[in-house]
């Protein structure tokens, strides 16, 4: 697949373009429909993009596996550290008013901090996900090839060249 | 009136393309059909005017679950197996369907502002967050502040379920050691 111009080129042109309309999708959830989780899913759809057109190595290159755990973790962080921040501030737990003199200019940066941190989160689980599928050899023509072959041993009477010696000789009692 | 004809046109698209799914016995068409219902799914929650939800619905349910589903059958068959019937599946599977419609037939009317969920917390959102929160999107100042640690568990969740994930399938993450440098 990563041979094929027009998916190169295409990709090259839309990968950017993903990238820009997660930011906006993550900044712009206050005024319009949006937020972490989606914003974070786009995001990741880009990485995803990258990797499936120019190869996994490629995709571990742009974000590589243990940055990717750190942002993990980073997200969940940032989202209970905007809870404890309202704690030490003489609020409740996850309390924005408390984060700025005015309650409202509070409860912003408190949105603002809280949809960055699922959105961290979110993105790099994806990307995570995705590429701890994706960089496992690919089981399937192999499994299937094994299962048609056992299949094969199993049900004819013709030993093939790689089957092994008990099966071999379990033939010869049935030819028997 | 017009909107009746969109939603039941998109809940029979929904209905053909569930049973197309069921009947196909290819994973492949199975995932690619999946993802064409999240986006059916999607335009009908665009009609319903839950636009974060649809949004949410097109970008996880039609885009990334289908990628990760196709990585997902790379490492398996991708044929399902047939087999026959079974009697009592298909019993407890019609007996769960009738009851799931009987509780349909309690919930209130779509539109009924005396439904429960209306006279609740939700006028107080609609009137008082703009002066409270100060943000136009009321889904994310509920999403966000007022139902802020329900959010903070579904990110934790989501980090949860990761992070099993990288257990089950470990070696992803750092380069295979050779045997006597471990």
């Not at chain 1, 997200?75 to 501030?89: F, S």
């Not at chain 2, 909107?3 to 053909?16: E, N, S």
């Amino acid at each position: 697949m990563h041979d094929d111009p027009v998916i190169r080129v295409v990709s090259k042109v839309l990968i950017p373009t993903i990238m820009l309309f997660g930011l906006y999708v993550q900044f712009h959830g206050d005024y319009g429909p949006g937020g972490g989780f989606q914003a974070g899913v786009i995001f990741a759809s880009a990485f995803l993009l990258n990797a499936i057109v120019f190869g996994m190595n490629k995709g571990r290159h742009v974000w590589s596996p243990a940055f990717n755990l750190q942002c993990i973790a980073l997200g969940v962080l940032v989202y209970g550290g905007t809870g404890i921040a309202g704690l030490l501030l003489d609020g409740n737990f996850l309390d924005f008013n408390v984060l700025l003199a005015n309650p409202v200019a509070g409860q912003h940066l408190g949105i603002l901090l809280v949809e960055f941190g699922v959105g961290l989160t979110v993105a790099s689980v994806m990307v995570g996900l995705f590429f701890a599928f994706a960089s496992r050899p690919a089981h399937n023509r192999l499994m299937h090839q094994e299962d048609t072959r056992l299949l094969k041993s199993s049900t004819e009477a013709t030993a093939e060249p790689t089957t092994t010696g008990a099966s071999v000789s379990k033939k010869g009692e049935v030819k028997k | 009136m017009n909107f009746f004809v969109v939603d039941a046109f998109l809940m029979v698209l929904l209905t053909i393309i569930g049973v197309m799914a069921v009947k196909q016995h290819r994973l492949f068409g199975v995932i690619i059909l999946s993802g064409s219902y999240s986006l059916v799914a999607a335009t009908w929650f665009v009609v319903l005017d839950a636009v974060d939800v649809a949004f949410t619905e097109a970008a996880v349910g039609a885009g990334v679950s289908t990628v990760l589903a196709l990585a997902t059958l790379s490492q398996v068959r991708s044929n399902e197996k047939k087999r026959p019937i079974e009697p009592l599946a298909l019993t407890v599977s019609i007996g769960a369907g009738l009851l799931l419609l009987l509780a349909v037939m309690d919930m209130p009317l779509f539109k009924d502002p005396s439904a429960p969920v209306h006279v609740h917390v939700g006028p107080h959102y609609i009137g008082e967050s703009g002066a409270e929160i100060g943000v136009p999107n009321i889904v994310t100042s509920v999403l966000a502040s007022y139902r802020s640690f329900d959010t903070l568990g579904e990110t934790v969740v989501v980090f949860a379920a990761a992070v099993s994930v990288f257990l089950v399938l470990a070696g992803w993450t750092r380069k295979r050691k050779s045997k006597d440098e471990a």
